[in-house]
């Protein structure tokens, strides 16, 4: 169970905040030229509509794959005010693909406290575990600055030579054919007027917000839940140390339901729900947002008033992620509100499922259905995290005296009838999709340890690899599979490795994480996902050859034989 806090709406700009735009001139960020003259007459392989993180992220991944991107965004500058401002411990190991080292990042947080949720009075009502680190590996929670990670990614994308960047560029038209996509775009110029530009590609890719142009060009509907609420959300830069403790923690007063947690390094952010009858623009004013803050200790004198805007939360999806050659990600394909810190979360998790799909489908080993399972598998997944989100907002919400003392009662005596460990957070199941059902942990983020092997000792992704991976306790399983099977894990850039103590594999389970795990689940082997997804796991070695061949099955693999076998850890 999680709460907080990144404001999200409405092409993710606030409803009473807007940027400096400046100029209208066009930015173009790229390693090289790509225009019609380029293999096949396409000026990309992937046309992504959006600029925030998950389309530069996506952007990014599948520039490292060698394949041809051009993201188009619709300002012609990028926005620097912070939005999201918290991830987990997934998004982190996801952002390790990229180098990024979030325990040890200047533009990144993490505090190992317990989250609180206190009642007006002051008395603890909830204590969640952000404190530990999670089974992926990495820690619970980290805070930091989405303009500063922006950046980051696109200086990313920048390095690239396949990656292009189109600022000041509108999508406004969207035609699919039978090889690829044609998408307009009417651009800025200095001098107000404006052209009109196409791009042809194989694929398009809405990462474009919630009011997505390419999820409406689509035909792709949203499903509603009638959730509103408006926040003001007061990010501040103090001048000198400030108390800060607890560290994060959630006010569940019902004169004034607040929200208090880092924003990232050298920040606080400061959420307050805006009561029935009150004027969103009068309570988001720099007087009314400094006198909000006084109690807590932020002064004109002693600090920066970053920003103050009013925010609406949603809780929304879409219908269908796909259509044809043109799919959804981010904001385009749900909404929800920041309870639980995984509106941001959802979308960066949606790059990656998407980004090794695409790879493979525009590497030409496997067959354009192997799509349809990203938003079957996302949605399910998605879903679920809305869903918390709004059980949460029911309890933090609440305005009645009558009822908040109820909520109270009920929760000061759950408290007390624990043990006193604090609650973990939640984790959410992908939905149907590319895993066996019926296989314990399938569906699940994989768990990580700290391994040695090939010399080296760090986390199992640095150490052994990502990507397909089959993994067994004990002896490599390698030799377990036929050589079918080993051929395809090899074209697929998969791997096989034995997991154990000292001496019972070629990869030392130094922490003990993978006995237990195999012990938790009753299990031999595993196979995982690129995502980090457990893909099935089995308990002989004739159950794992035929969950194999249901996941490669399901890949809608069309690989050409090859000569060599992958029976190693690298």
Not at 58 to 74: C, M, N
Not at 512 to 534: K, Q
Request: one cysteine or more; glycine letters at 12%; charged letters at 20%.
């Amino acid at each position: 169970m999680t709460s907080a806090f990144e404001p999200r709406l409405l092409d993710e700009r606030p409803l009473l905040d807007s940027p400096a735009v400046g100029s209208l001139a066009v930015e173009t960020i790229h390693g090289t030229d790509s225009g019609p003259g380029s293999p096949g007459g396409f000026d990309a392989d992937v046309a992504i509509v959006g600029g925030g993180p998950v389309g530069t992220l996506l952007a990014v991944l599948l520039g490292r794959r060698g394949h041809r991107v051009t993201i188009v965004e619709k300002w012609p500058t990028f926005y620097e005010q912070p939005r999201a401002i918290t991830y987990d411990h997934e998004i982190a190991r996801i952002l390790a693909i990229l180098g990024i080292d979030s325990d040890n990042d200047p533009a990144v947080d993490y505090h190992d406290d317990i989250y609180y949720w206190k009642n007006a009075e002051g008395r603890t009502l909830l204590e969640v575990d952000w404190a530990s680190t999670a089974a992926s590996g990495w820690r619970t929670r980290y805070w930091f600055s989405q303009p500063a990670l922006e950046k980051r990614l696109r200086g990313l994308a920048a390095e690239l030579p396949g990656v292009e960047t189109r600022c000041g560029w509108q999508a406004t038209g969207l035609e699919q054919h039978d090889d690829g996509v044609l998408l307009s775009c009417s651009v800025a110029s200095a001098d107000g007027g404006a052209s009109t530009e196409t791009l042809r590609a194989r694929y398009v890719v809405g990462a474009d917000g919630a009011n997505s142009f390419v999820r409406q060009a689509l035909g792709l509907g949203f499903e509603d839940h009638g959730y509103f609420f408006d926040w003001l959300i007061l990010d501040v830069i103090p001048n000198e140390p400030m108390p800060s403790d607890p560290t994060h923690w959630q006010l569940c007063d019902p004169a004034r339901p607040t929200t208090i947690v880092p924003g990232g390094p050298g920040r606080r952010r400061w959420e307050y729900m805006v009561l029935p009858g009150e004027d969103p623009a009068e309570l988001s004013s720099t007087a009314s947002a400094w006198s909000l803050l006084e109690p807590w200790g932020p002064t004109p004198e002693n600090s920066v008033l970053e920003r103050s805007a009013v925010y609406r939360f949603q809780a929304r999806w879409a219908s269908a992620w796909r259509n044809g050659r043109g799919l959804i990600a981010g904001d385009a394909a749900h909404l929800m509100p920041p309870f639980a810190g995984e509106g941001m979360c959802a979308g960066l998790r949606d790059s990656l499922a998407l980004a090794w799909r695409l790879d493979l489908v525009l590497s030409g080993k496997a067959g354009e259905a192997l799509l349809d399972s990203y938003g079957t598998e996302r949605a399910g997944h998605v879903q679920h995290y809305i869903n918390f989100s709004m059980e949460l907002g029911k309890i933090i919400c609440i305005t009645d005296p009558e009822e908040a003392a109820e909520r109270d009662r009920r929760m000061t005596a759950e408290l007390e009838a624990s043990d006193g460990t604090p609650v973990d957070t939640d984790i959410a199941s992908l939905g149907p999709g590319l895993w066996i059902h019926g296989t314990a942990h399938a569906g699940e983020l994989s768990v990580q340890g700290i391994v040695e092997a090939n010399g080296s000792t760090g986390r199992f992704d640095d150490v052994v690899g990502r990507g397909w991976s089959v993994i067994g306790r004990g002896a490599n399983p390698a030799s377990l599979l036929t050589e079918e099977q080993r051929r395809l894990l090899e074209s697929l850039g998969g791997r096989c490795a034995g997991i154990g103590p000292a001496g019972a594999g070629d990869v030392v389970d130094l922490d003990g994480t993978y006995g237990a795990w195999f012990d938790s689940i009753g299990a031999e082997y595993a196979v995982l996902r690129p995502d980090f997804y457990v893909g099935a796991t089995a308990t002989t070695p004739e159950e794992l050859r035929a969950h194999l061949d249901a996941l490669f099955e399901g890949l809608r693999l069309s690989i050409p034989a090859t000569t060599n076998t992958t029976n190693t850890t690298k």
